[in-house]
């Protein structure tokens, strides 16, 4: 099976650099996926690593370390907008390669 | 190009009755996902479905539940006899092919609560 770790709340303030991390236990791995959830609205896809490194876009960045079984979101200039929930997704051999998500991260930006 | 519509938005109804979900995915999409969600939990996938197949329901209750994504018209997932504990966020998502499955494109979910 599929299990992911993730913390259940993040705070931090505006303009700040927060990292959500995420490990995980698969029997196989493809990728690691993040998404965006405002108040129990649509998730909304941000990034996804199939391979070990650093993907960038705009203020998201996110990394994976397949050795390690860990990525980690990490969100830059923070705005009162990015608050909301995070969830990373596993997407593990076998099966028909559905994601697994983790119960999410409920980041709180203050001003 | 619209993105994936679920409806309706909100159901409400009453123990034993019958809850039809209905998800239209984004055009050129032909792969479908169901997921429900609790307060404070993360998504827990139900139904893979292409058109007209199911492609993976492990993760649907054998009973009272079912899916369906007919050549033409909308997918639509069935709860039967209907309970409390169904109540939740029910999301639809759906991606162009199965090898794009890490992106899935979410709709906005359809509320069902069971009194």
């Known amino acids: 099976g599929q299990s992911l770790e993730q913390p259940s709340e993040v705070t931090a303030v505006e303009g700040a650099i927060v990292q959500i991390n995420c490990t995980y236990q698969?029997?196989?791995?493809?990728?690691l996926s993040w998404y965006q959830q405002h108040d129990g609205g649509a998730p909304t896809f941000l990034s996804y690593?199939?391979?070990?490194g650093l993907e960038e876009t705009g203020r998201f960045s996110s990394f994976l370390s397949r050795s390690d079984s860990y990525g980690y979101l990490l969100l830059q200039e923070l705005q009162m907008k990015d608050s909301a929930s995070y969830f990373c997704?596993?997407?593990?051999?076998?099966?028909?390669?559905?994601?697994?998500f983790g119960r999410g991260t409920s980041l709180i930006v203050h001003p | 190009n619209a993105g994936v519509m679920q409806n309706p938005r909100h159901l409400v109804r009453r123990r034993g009755q019958e809850a039809r979900l209905r998800c239209s995915p984004m055009?050129?999409?032909?792969?479908v996902y169901w997921y429900r969600q609790l307060p404070e939990e993360g998504l827990k996938f139900m139904v893979y479905l292409q058109k007209e197949n199911i492609i993976d329901e492990s993760g649907m209750p054998k009973e009272r539940f079912s899916a369906e994504f007919p050549k033409e018209g909308p997918s639509i997932l069935r709860i039967q006899q209907v309970v409390r504990g169904d109540s939740a966020a029910y999301f639809c998502a759906s991606s162009p092919s199965r090898q794009g499955q890490e992106t899935q494109y979410f709709g906005p979910g359809t509320r069902l609560l069971v009194l």
């Open positions: 698969t029997s196989g791995f493809y990728g």
């Open positions: 055009k050129g999409h032909s792969h």
């Open positions: 690593n199939a391979l070990d």
């Open positions: 997704a596993v997407i593990g051999a076998g099966g028909s390669y559905i994601p697994t």
